[in-house]
């Protein structure tokens, strides 16, 4: 295969779906598996939607999943974006739109909105394609007061053949093509032509793009043909479905990438997921980004649209929280935590004994949500006792128990795991009664709640103090 060159182009007006982080993805993993180059480009072209601010998002969201790109835009200290934008490259359209022209393979047009309305509606009552009826390919002459289009000369003769490299080949008639407008009355580039311009001059080899753009390639390919050029090759993802099967959206759930980051998701866990979605090796299910880039091939890419499972991913998410490092995961936990306010005033705690936290609490996290939300009774002066947990296991026949055990945990020294197990099984040996009954309203007080990681894990990571604290408020609660 020759130099693989392969480009992501979104549009700059809105959020990073997962719809178009999939795409990037299987285009970053196809170029890294043939060491060619991944491009980002920006197609900016639609003024009044694209924004600075949604370039950065999209930028920030391709970082924060470790794709990382040979060519494209920089965001400059000022916070403006530079490089591959569309709107920086308004000469090169222009030169080859005015080439067309005079090759005679594009003309003006000067008719208005209404005059166009009124004849796709007499062509559809006819029975005939609503296709522009080419009034204006043989005017010589302006029509004075109006600002032309600029229209492609499409051929209406025979077949145009996308050869795809999922799909197969599908075959398009040409009579049912439009001369599709390439230039806007504004002097802008339409997309169709842009991006053909631009996979030109960026010698792209394989377009590998969402389905949605399939009906777009016929019409792109007589306009590289037409620019002398040939077509790179094609690769159409099928597209991702919602649980019910409809077209993935919001009322499917999160669908941009910066919600995923929000809810406390890992990238390398949305990442994986994302590969396994219409694209598969074999059974197995999870890869690290090494295995993704060796094992990846457009021909194991599947023609059937795929549909999103939040369940799944989130089960991906837990075990890459289980497999981190517990230092990078405490760091990403304190970020959270001070962005909710709740390390205010620069008080933050100890790292070491932060990451001893983190990793008790990561066998029952299944983001990084969960983990900032169990990690609050260890780090806040005081709990909330639930009010059910509460009245079922603080019992008035808990209370000398726990008094009793509290007077066992206030000699033990050094406190730790193995030295508190020991005071609750002598204590249990010597009442004749079952762990549970001592620990679960001991987890109670402590966290507030009857879950959490082992009870000997959380005494200790508590420490003796605050967890004799609140012991004894428990304690007084019962009485």
């Not at 993802?237 to 759930?253: A, E, N, V, Y």
């Not at 795929?306 to 990403?332: M, T």
Request: aromatic fraction near 8%; charge should be neutral; proline fraction near 5%.
């Amino acid at each position: 295969m020759s130099t693989v060159r392969v480009r992501f182009a979104p549009s700059p007006t809105g959020a990073l779906h997962i719809g178009g982080v999939r795409t990037a993805l299987f285009n970053w993993l196809f170029a890294r598996h043939h060491k060619g180059a991944f491009i980002l480009r920006i197609e900016d072209t639609d003024q009044a939607r694209s924004t600075d601010e949604s370039i950065r998002i999209i930028i920030n969201g391709m970082k924060w999943l470790g794709m990382d790109w040979d060519e494209g835009p920089a965001v400059m200290p000022d916070g403006a974006v530079k490089g591959y934008r569309q709107t920086e490259r308004m000469d090169i359209y222009r030169e080859h739109a005015d080439r067309l022209l005079k090759e005679g393979k594009a003309y003006y047009c000067y008719c208005s909105p209404e005059e166009l309305d009124t004849r796709r509606k007499a062509a559809m009552a006819a029975g005939k394609p609503p296709k522009y009826d080419r009034t204006c390919l043989s005017r010589k002459e302006p029509v004075a007061g109006r600002t032309p289009v600029l229209r492609f000369h499409s051929s209406d003769e025979g077949q145009t053949v996308v050869r795809d490299l999922i799909r197969g080949a599908v075959t398009f008639e040409n009579q049912q093509l439009d001369d599709l407008i390439i230039m806007r009355s504004d002097g802008f580039p339409t997309y169709n032509f842009a991006v053909v311009v631009d996979d030109i001059t960026m010698k792209i080899s394989h377009v590998v793009r969402g389905d949605d753009h399939l009906n777009n390639t016929p019409r792109q390919i007589q306009i590289y043909r037409a620019l002398g050029h040939e077509a790179p090759e094609f690769a159409h993802l099928p597209m991702i479905l919602g649980s019910d099967k409809t077209k993935l959206s919001k009322r499917h759930g999160a669908t941009a990438v910066t919600e995923y980051i929000d809810l406390g998701y890992l990238p390398e866990a949305l990442v994986n997921y994302l590969a396994r979605l219409g694209w598969s090796h074999g059974d197995q299910e999870i890869f690290s980004r090494q295995e993704l880039v060796d094992q990846f091939s457009l021909e194991s890419v599947g023609k059937a649209p795929s549909v999103f499972n939040p369940d799944k991913l989130l089960w991906l998410n837990h075990h890459y929280i289980q497999q981190a490092d517990p230092g990078r995961l405490a760091e990403l936990v304190l970020e959270l935590l001070k962005k909710d306010g709740i390390l205010s005033g620069g008080k933050e705690p100890d790292r070491e004994w932060f990451r001893k936290l983190v990793k008790i609490l990561t066998e029952r996290s299944h983001t990084l949500v969960e983990m900032k939300t169990a990690s609050l009774p260890f780090l806040l002066d005081t709990v909330t006792l639930d009010e059910k947990a509460k009245a079922k296991h603080l019992t008035p026949d808990v209370g000398p128990l726990l008094a009793e055990l509290t007077a066992r945990l206030r000699q033990v020294d050094p406190f730790t795991h193995a030295e508190i197990e020991k005071e609750f099984n002598q204590l249990v040996a010597e009442k004749g009664i079952k762990l549970g009954k001592i620990a679960q309203p001991v987890r109670v007080a402590l966290t507030g709640g009857t879950v959490s990681p082992g009870i000997f894990e959380v005494l200790e990571v508590m420490g003796k103090e605050k967890a004799l604290k609140r012991i004894e408020f428990a304690i007084a609660a019962v009485k």
